[in-house]
């Protein structure tokens, strides 16, 4: 990879996110982020604070999350050798969003919801894992394990919601699966944003290996590489990743089947070059996004609804073209 796109992929998020910092209801200039960041106490006390407790951390969450979901799908999509899997195919989201969902209903805070959301959608892929097992670990299985388990977990969603509080919890519920980064503080932070980072940093050592999902079994193991190591592997970095970031802001989709293909039309099928462009472009897109989310209206529009409207058209999109090389 040549220098001035390590620059670029450095910068443009960063870049991204500064201005980012300046839009709101509450306007700031450039020059009075700068000198906020540089720790001036020249530049009135409500900027300050606007700066610092609001929207560094929100970004800051908006960054590792659309990081986290582009790698996660990046690595279904290599796994499955599907361009269609999403973070969701094994199952982790609809666990995952289950657990939060049972947190609200029981007006945990905000630490325990996390903590309730990553062990289910934990639990959630060790479901999926062992119904595929079962079958000799067939990719094939362990999608149509992954649809199953998705699809007890959001009929349990539903369950929750039917029997929630139609005045308090009912909401509350409904406007966290919608997504939305708003509650993001540096406090939420503390658990999954390391989880995250972490995950990231581990798929972009073993990027490379990627790659060989795209061959046979056989041609895997010729290779003396540990097919079953190697999946084991790669699920557990993308579930962390998914189910951290659903806990801190909520499902958020379509991030993780966008991103990836943007990338893919730009730079072909070489995943060593793949999981760095996503890291970069999908942080710099979700902040583009929330940026969108909190700035458009008077009321923040919570974020799955930008995403549907941008995913779903590029979604027909891909469709038309895979439709077109199929001929």
Request: net charge positive.
């Given at each position: 990879?040549?220098?001035?796109?390590?620059?670029?992929?450095?910068?443009?998020?960063?870049?991204?996110?500064?201005?980012?910092?300046?839009?709101?209801?509450?306007?700031?200039?450039?020059?009075?982020?700068?000198?906020?960041?540089?720790?001036?106490?020249?530049?009135?006390?409500?900027?300050?604070?606007?700066?610092?407790?609001?929207?560094?951390?929100?970004?800051?969450?908006?960054?590792?999350?659309?990081?986290?979901?582009?790698?996660?799908?990046?690595?279904?999509?290599?796994?499955?050798?599907?361009?269609?899997?999403?973070?969701?195919?094994?199952?982790?989201?609809?666990?995952?969003?289950?657990?939060?969902?049972?947190?609200?209903?029981?007006?945990?805070?905000?630490?325990?919801?996390?903590?309730?959301?990553?062990?289910?959608?934990?639990?959630?892929?060790?479901?999926?894992?062992?119904?595929?097992?079962?079958?000799?670990?067939?990719?094939?299985?362990?999608?149509?394990?992954?649809?199953?388990?998705?699809?007890?977990?959001?009929?349990?969603?539903?369950?929750?919601?039917?029997?929630?509080?139609?005045?308090?919890?009912?909401?509350?519920?409904?406007?966290?699966?919608?997504?939305?980064?708003?509650?993001?503080?540096?406090?939420?932070l503390y658990i999954g944003a390391p989880i995250i980072i972490i995950s990231i940093f581990f798929v972009y050592l073993m990027r490379w290996r990627l790659n060989l999902l795209s061959l046979t079994e056989e041609e895997i193991i010729s290779q003396g590489i540990n097919i079953k190591m190697l999946r084991v592997s790669i699920i557990t970095l993308a579930?962390?990743?998914?189910?951290?970031?659903?806990?801190?802001?909520?499902?958020?989709?379509?991030?993780?089947?966008?991103?990836?293909?943007?990338?893919?039309?730009?730079?072909?099928?070489?995943?060593?070059?793949?999981?760095?462009?996503?890291?970069?472009?999908?942080?710099?897109?979700?902040?583009?996004?929330?940026?969108?989310?909190?700035?458009?209206?008077?009321?923040?529009?919570?974020?799955?609804?930008?995403?549907?409207?941008?995913?779903?058209?590029?979604?027909?999109?891909?469709?038309?073209?895979?439709?077109?090389?199929?001929?």
């Amino acid at each position: 990879m040549k220098i001035r796109t390590k620059i670029f992929l450095i910068l443009f998020p960063i870049t991204i996110s500064i201005i980012a910092i300046g839009i709101g209801r509450m306007m700031i200039s450039p020059t009075d982020i700068l000198k906020i960041l540089l720790g001036d106490m020249s530049v009135d006390k409500a900027s300050r604070l606007v700066v610092i407790n609001m929207r560094i951390p929100r970004i800051f969450l908006a960054l590792l999350a659309g990081a986290g979901l582009s790698v996660a799908g990046l690595c279904f999509q290599a796994l499955f050798s599907n361009p269609l899997a999403t973070p969701d195919t094994v199952g982790v989201a609809s666990g995952a969003s289950f657990g939060a969902v049972i947190a609200i209903l029981f007006s945990f805070n905000s630490l325990m919801t996390q903590v309730f959301s990553i062990f289910v959608g934990i639990i959630a892929v060790f479901v999926t894992w062992m119904v595929a097992k079962s079958k000799n670990m067939n990719v094939s299985f362990l999608v149509l394990s992954g649809i199953m388990v998705g699809s007890v977990f959001n009929a349990l969603i539903s369950l929750v919601k039917y029997v929630a509080d139609t005045e308090t919890k009912l909401p509350e519920i409904t406007y966290w699966l919608m997504g939305n980064l708003g509650v993001s503080n540096y406090k939420n932070l503390y658990i999954g944003a390391p989880i995250i980072i972490i995950s990231i940093f581990f798929v972009y050592l073993m990027r490379w290996r990627l790659n060989l999902l795209s061959l046979t079994e056989e041609e895997i193991i010729s290779q003396g590489i540990n097919i079953k190591m190697l999946r084991v592997s790669i699920i557990t970095l993308a579930t962390m990743m998914t189910a951290s970031i659903i806990s801190m802001c909520g499902q958020v989709g379509w991030v993780g089947l966008i991103v990836p293909h943007i990338c893919k039309m730009k730079i072909g099928n070489n995943h060593s070059k793949l999981v760095p462009f996503c890291i970069s472009i999908g942080a710099s897109f979700m902040v583009i996004v929330d940026t969108m989310a909190r700035s458009l209206i008077a009321k923040e529009i919570p974020i799955s609804i930008i995403t549907a409207l941008l995913g779903a058209p590029f979604f027909i999109y891909l469709l038309q073209d895979m439709k077109r090389r199929s001929v």
